[in-house]
């Protein structure tokens, strides 16, 4: 979940910005930048009204060996980072980023670390069968689901109840999580630019600026006036 950073080059003037997102679940630093991102996005329309703007949600599963029933959630951070007072100072630093964008993170209602294979995929399976289905508040009500109620979204029944709150066909979607529930190797599809991705929250802007973290709104804008050509430094 670190952060590394690469920048590309501004590009020639487009009509249009193209922002591939990669994420995770588990990952509070990709909360933070779907918050980011959306601040972002509402303040390069007020810049750019011309120019149209298209996010591309792209599954990055960070912990592949997680069982599929998960583990204690509290316990592996103590094994991950080596002393509860380091858990305790993590937190800290992530709930402080957090505030400023808008997000109150909930880390003591977490009791599972979950394996978000089926959470990825349950995604993945609403955008292929609904029709211009956005999968922008489905993700944010899994992410808010997690860091802020506390619910295991490795579990079918509470993904059941998400996406049914997210309007998802309930035939379908009982269909597809039976499914899951056979196969819990369902494979998460996989995003061209996987194979350059280190870190998440990881976006790329029309295939030519790369920003790997949770940057604040005011760095998104900027990167996506580059990729137009726009010549103001906002």
């Not at 005011?218 to 580059?226: C, F, H, N, S, T």
Request: net charge negative; glycine share 8%.
């Amino acid at each position: 979940m670190d952060c590394a950073t690469k920048q590309g080059t501004a590009v020639n003037q487009n009509a249009s910005v193209t922002i591939d997102v990669h994420f995770d679940f588990v990952c509070p630093w990709c909360l933070i930048g779907k918050r980011n991102l959306d601040a972002a996005i509402s303040r390069f329309a007020s810049l750019r009204p011309d120019v149209s703007v298209k996010v591309r949600w792209h599954s990055h599963q960070l912990l592949t060996d997680i069982p599929v029933g998960g583990v204690p959630y509290q316990a592996f951070y103590v094994a991950r980072l080596g002393s509860a007072s380091a858990v305790a100072a993590r937190r800290a630093q992530v709930q402080e980023v957090a505030r400023a964008a808008g997000v109150q993170l909930a880390f003591d209602r977490i009791e599972v670390m979950p394996n978000t294979r089926a959470a990825h995929n349950l995604v993945a399976w609403a955008v292929a069968t609904g029709a211009g289905f956005q999968p922008a508040s489905l993700i944010d009500r899994l992410f808010t689901g997690y860091f802020m109620d506390g619910e295991d979204i490795g579990d079918p029944d509470v993904l059941e109840r998400i996406g049914l709150a997210c309007g998802l066909d309930a035939g379908g979607l009982a269909e597809h999580l039976a499914a899951s529930r056979r196969d819990d190797n369902m494979p998460i599809p996989r995003s061209p630019q996987a194979e350059e991705v280190r870190g998440v929250p990881h976006f790329v802007i029309n295939s030519a600026l790369t920003l790997s973290g949770a940057y604040s709104p005011g760095a998104i804008v900027d990167a996506m006036l580059r990729s137009t050509g726009d010549p103001q430094n906002r």
